[in-house]
């Protein structure tokens, strides 16, 4: 603002003990909202991690079990979508394992009866078409 009179100097000044506890009272409340900012992160990434642990916790102790032999574990599904396409493969490779024990099994049952059955129908034959009796059965 300009003065009226020439050469007439005014000096408005403020005492810097108010500019001090003004700066110390502004760091202060940034400060706490960072601690504060910092504490309700904290608290999120636990809370997620709950999220995520726990049903990939349950995803690992039903594979542990298939591995283990027990093929009637029924994975559990999730909200996550990564954990419930894992799911979804366990419980894929879990029927396929049990069909091909399945299978398995059935082709070891058809070869046992054969080879069960093979003293009873064995022939031998020598170099010269003729009847040789096997050396167990005489």
């Known amino acids: 603002v300009a003065l009226p009179f020439p050469g007439l100097v005014v000096r408005v000044s ?3 003990s108010v500019i001090e506890d003004r700066l110390a009272d502004t760091r202060r409340v940034i400060a706490i909202a960072g601690v ?3 504490a309700l992160a904290i608290g999120l990434l636990i809370l997620t991690s709950r999220r995520l642990a726990r049903p990939l916790e349950r995803l690992a102790a039903q594979a542990k079990a298939v591995a283990s032999g027990d093929l009637m ?3 559990e599904r999730s909200s996550v979508t990564e954990l419930d396409e894992m799911a979804v493969a366990l419980s894929s490779i879990i029927r396929d394992l049990g069909g091909r024990i399945e299978e398995a099994e059935r ?3 058809a070869l ?3 080879l069960s059955a093979l003293p009873q129908a064995t022939l031998l034959f020598d170099g010269d ?3 040789d009796v096997p050396s167990f059965l005489k």
Do not use: G, L, R, Y
């Open 14 to 16: 403020t005492p810097t």
């Open 36 to 38: 504060t900012v910092a």
């Open 73 to 75: 574990v029924e994975p």
């Open 107 to 109: 082709a070891s049952s």
């Open 112 to 114: 046992e009866a054969v």
């Open 129 to 131: 078409d003729d009847f």
